[in-house]
């Protein structure tokens, strides 16, 4: 949510001339066993790139281009990050994320951690939104209980298990829609 696919064209174009079709080419970047293995720290995401590469019919060069390409269409959301970051005046932050070993080296490059009290990336842990066990520690890490918590995603599921254990979930759509709730769920 905070980055995210704002422009399809750069994915659409890549899957175009790979003769995919969108879809096809985010699962194989997204939802693969690779990715999945990725995600839970099991392999680098150079290997996951790799695989990525082979499925595509293209070698080991041509993975920078690849992901470049894949990943062009992708924003970086600055007021979002600014609303957090304005949160922790009076609030304690954490991001979860399902995301690969390299995503905390992304994170300080690009000064996202700082919007942060605590980051739990599913890679470093082992553990997948939305495994209840991974929302546990991120509550943990934040020394709060699932009442005192408001748990945006994108995905209705990983949204769905943070309520089942107690916390006010969010379903991300749009940042101002966000803000919104966030601002709403914490008056």
């Not at 980055?3 to 096809?24: C, F, G, I, K, V």
């Not at 695989?51 to 080991?60: E, I, Q, W």
């Amino acid at each position: 949510m905070i980055l995210r696919t704002e422009y399809q064209a750069p994915r659409e174009h890549l899957a175009e001339r790979l003769n995919l079709s969108y879809e096809d080419l985010v699962h194989i970047v997204f939802e693969s066993e690779t990715a999945r293995r990725a995600a839970l720290g099991e392999i680098t995401e150079d290997q996951h790139w790799q695989s990525v590469a082979a499925k595509l019919g293209r070698s080991d060069t041509q993975i920078g281009g690849l992901r470049d390409e894949f990943f062009g269409g992708d924003v970086l959301d600055r007021g979002l990050l600014d609303f957090i970051r304005g949160l922790r005046r009076a609030r304690r932050t954490g991001l979860l994320s399902n995301g690969w070993l390299d995503l905390r080296k992304y994170l300080v490059k690009n000064r996202i951690q700082d919007a942060f009290d605590s980051i739990v990336i599913s890679a470093e842990v082992g553990m997948l939104k939305p495994d209840p066990r991974v929302y546990q520690l991120a509550l943990k890490e934040l020394n709060a209980g699932p009442k005192e918590a408001v748990f945006v995603d994108d995905t209705p599921a990983n949204v769905q298990a943070a309520a089942e254990l107690g916390m006010c979930g969010v379903l991300f759509t749009s940042a101002e829609q966000t803000r919104r709730e966030v601002e709403k769920a914490l008056a």
